[in-house]
């Protein structure tokens, strides 16, 4: 798989605190299983030992189903791991950084939250953007809301994939794509999940019926 071809349309965040109880790597295992098509490690209280061991098992799990592991804010991390690529906020790592680290081939996402940031990511390389957070979300509590147009505008002024970030459950899932999403980043909407298998394979068919 090139980083060309990587698909974005139900995309796996980590975080161990809404797995309701269930054990981390059986629960990642299970939304692989059922389909999901991209993974980001996000352990943000992971010390750099923590990170690496859960990575590498991560990655062993995702080279498994044949799916594409990029890791939280950490290029040395990403590195060493052996992932895909990386996925950068504002106030992290320069791209440059990120290419010169991981070559050419490596996935680097960039998150945007106004055209400006989005073009300008996109001129520097990014391979995909994440725009959000289009709703309320646990794991971010200070984010700021994206209106559904700046979205819309983020979409139509650059040319590689936005991803739509932030809160997003399955009932908010047919109506990011609707505003020209390619796919949507999801943490709770996916591992704290009642039955993830089933939410999984729902997402894929929805997204599969507005293709």
């Given at each position: 798989?090139?980083?060309?071809?990587?698909?974005?349309?139900?995309?796996?965040?980590?975080?161990?605190?809404?797995?309701?109880?269930?054990?981390?790597?059986?629960?990642?295992?299970?939304?692989?299983?059922?389909?999901?098509?991209?993974?980001?490690?996000?352990?943000?209280?992971?010390?750099?030992?923590?990170?690496?061991?859960?990575?590498?098992?991560?990655?062993?799990?995702?080279?498994?189903?044949?799916?594409p592991l990029l890791?939280?804010?950490?290029?040395?991390?990403?590195?060493?791991?052996?992932?895909?690529?990386?996925?950068?906020?504002?106030?992290?790592?320069?791209?440059?950084?990120?290419?010169?680290?991981?070559?050419?081939?490596?996935?680097?996402?960039?998150?945007?939250?106004?055209?400006?940031?989005?073009?300008?990511?996109?001129?520097?390389?990014?391979?995909?953007?994440?725009?959000?957070?289009?709703?309320?979300?646990?794991?971010?509590?200070?984010?700021?809301?994206l209106p559904a147009?700046?979205?819309?505008?983020?979409?139509?002024?650059?040319?590689?994939?936005?991803?739509?970030?932030?809160?997003?459950?399955?009932d908010q899932y047919?109506?990011?794509?609707?505003?020209?999403?390619?796919?949507?980043?999801?943490?709770?909407?996916?591992?704290?999940?009642?039955?993830?298998?089933?939410?999984?394979?729902?997402?894929?068919?929805?997204?599969?019926?507005?293709?």
């Amino acid at each position: 798989m090139t980083k060309k071809t990587i698909d974005y349309s139900v995309y796996l965040v980590t975080d161990t605190h809404c797995l309701k109880g269930r054990d981390f790597y059986a629960a990642v295992e299970e939304a692989l299983k059922a389909g999901v098509t991209l993974v980001q490690l996000r352990e943000k209280d992971a010390s750099w030992e923590e990170l690496l061991a859960k990575g590498k098992r991560v990655k062993a799990l995702c080279d498994r189903y044949g799916v594409p592991l990029l890791i939280d804010d950490n290029i040395a991390a990403a590195k060493e791991i052996g992932a895909a690529g990386v996925h950068l906020g504002q106030e992290d790592a320069a791209i440059e950084k990120a290419r010169q680290e991981l070559g050419t081939d490596a996935v680097v996402g960039i998150s945007a939250h106004n055209v400006a940031e989005a073009t300008e990511a996109q001129r520097r390389g990014a391979d995909y953007l994440g725009a959000g957070a289009l709703y309320p979300t646990g794991s971010k509590k200070d984010a700021k809301l994206l209106p559904a147009q700046t979205f819309r505008a983020i979409v139509a002024a650059v040319q590689i994939p936005v991803v739509g970030i932030g809160g997003i459950h399955e009932d908010q899932y047919a109506q990011v794509l609707e505003l020209g999403a390619s796919g949507c980043a999801m943490i709770s909407g996916i591992l704290g999940a009642e039955d993830i298998t089933a939410t999984v394979t729902r997402l894929k068919a929805l997204y599969a019926a507005r293709r």
